[in-house]
């Protein structure tokens, strides 16, 4: 597609259940990170994909939270258990990949899924 | 650990006004600088980015930003804003040995026609 592309816009749960978010990067990027974005808060690291390099998930706040990339394509975040605390914008990027010079490009952003834990 | 400061959260100017939004970082190694910016109902995008030589660097729709290694400041400056500029913009910067980006909490500036 032309740009990263996300799913679902907005999801609302309830607390204790699963959910899924979705990301579609732009074609051709190798880099894929994932970001939280709460209520007057900055960017919140999260988790970051190059190519078949084992991801950095040095951002994950609990264990609840996991990611997967497959096909050094579309990734999911998935957060089991949902808290209040999980309500925020999730936030998926790519760029161009590289080695140590992927976080000098440009990332791209999508839309963000809006989650709401009641 | 490394951060980035964005001293003004809320900005408020009329039309015409001249812009000037701070941020500072913490961290004494080589760095790089990036202004993203998020304008209402759309996706975050790069403003502009600063990684060497010319420490004053030019950006899209006449923002641009001064590295002040001294300082370890990057500003973002505009001479005069308008409605368009309503957004969100944040500072975010990529210190060698964290291998990833660190963002400031974001400035919401409000254009008044």
């Known amino acids: 597609g032309a740009g990263v592309s996300q799913s679902p816009s907005n999801k609302v749960t309830e607390k204790g259940k699963d959910v899924e978010l979705r990301c579609d990067p732009i074609s051709g990027h190798t880099a894929l990170y994932w970001y939280r974005q709460s209520l007057g808060q900055g960017l919140e690291f999260l988790i970051y994909f190059q190519g078949n390099s084992a991801p950095d998930k040095s951002g994950l706040p609990s264990d609840r939270f996991s990611a997967e990339r497959t096909g050094g394509s579309v990734s999911t975040l998935t957060i089991q258990r949902t808290q209040q605390e999980d309500s925020a914008v999730y936030l998926c990027a790519s760029s161009l990949g590289g080695t140590r010079a992927t976080f000098y490009n440009e990332q791209f952003f999508g839309p963000g899924t809006r989650l709401t834990v009641l | 650990a490394q951060s980035v400061s964005q001293h003004n959260h809320h900005v408020i100017l009329s039309e015409a006004a001249s812009l000037e939004l701070g941020c500072n970082y913490s961290?004494?190694?080589?760095?790089?600088l990036f202004w993203y910016v998020q304008y209402p109902g759309q996706h975050l995008q790069l403003l502009l980015k600063?990684?060497?030589?010319d420490p004053l660097v030019k950006g899209i729709k006449g923002f641009e930003a001064e590295f002040i290694k001294s300082k370890f400041s990057f500003n973002l400056r505009k001479p005069s804003v308008q409605w368009s500029d309503t957004a969100e913009y944040f500072c975010a910067v990529y210190a060698g040995n964290n291998r990833k980006l660190i963002w400031g909490l974001g400035t919401s500036l409000a254009v008044n026609p």
């Open positions: 961290y004494g190694g080589t760095v790089n």
């Open positions: 600063y990684f060497s030589g």
